[in-house]
């Protein structure tokens, strides 16, 4: 049967009757959209958590300093999130799919990066700033890919950004999953409310 051009025809219609014709439901197709985004979103979060922890301890071990409770706990918070984002995509997929798992699992990483948003803007006012993780990134970036042209107070504003631009990223993807799963519960029909 042709829809278009002058291909046969079912017998017993003129073809005026595509309105009539089942079609998806327009819930399932912005359920698989919401779906698609999400796993997006999550893959965004398998690498940025691997570089959030990278960032805070790589240049203090290549350097040989101390791993002391100014780097440890964004790293810890890292691998936390790391796992959560493990469960939440354990818990999306089309077979798997659990709102309650998957909505208390981003709603977790959202938490997480809040809470690294707070340490890291708390750690600018109170942490001497040769022990800041941004300073001892900037010591290894003058160190090592400087070749001691550059001095850490010239890369320090690099760092101090890039720094930043880590917590907002944090903050936002998982802010961003928290959004996809409601979407997805809803237009699945699943319940995304915890008790």
């Not at 079609?23 to 570089?51: G, I, S």
């Not at 780097?71 to 890292?78: I, R, S």
């Not at 997929?93 to 699992?105: E, I, R, V």
């Amino acid at each position: 049967m042709s829809s278009r051009g002058g291909g046969p025809r079912t017998t017993g219609t003129d073809g005026s009757d595509h309105a009539f014709r089942q079609t998806v439901d327009t819930k399932y197709k912005k359920a698989a959209v919401a779906r698609k985004n999400l796993k997006k979103t999550l893959t965004m979060l398998f690498a940025y958590y691997p570089v959030a922890c990278g960032f805070a301890l790589g240049p203090a071990v290549a350097m040989g300093k101390d791993l002391d409770v100014h780097n440890v706990p964004f790293a810890v918070l890292a691998l936390f999130g790391l796992v959560f984002t493990i469960a939440a995509t354990s818990a999306a997929g089309p077979k798997s799919f659990d709102a309650k798992k998957l909505t208390s699992s981003t709603k977790f990483l959202a938490l997480i990066g809040v809470a690294n948003l707070a340490a890291a803007t708390a750690a600018r006012f109170l942490v001497f700033e040769d022990r800041r993780i941004a300073w001892v990134f900037s010591e290894f970036l003058s160190d090592k890919v400087g070749k001691k042209t550059l001095q850490p107070g010239q890369m320090y504003p690099f760092a101090v950004s890039l720094e930043l631009l880590l917590e907002i990223v944090g903050v936002i993807i998982p802010m961003g999953a928290v959004a996809l799963v409601h979407a997805l519960a809803t237009y699945s029909g699943a319940s995304s409310k915890t008790n």
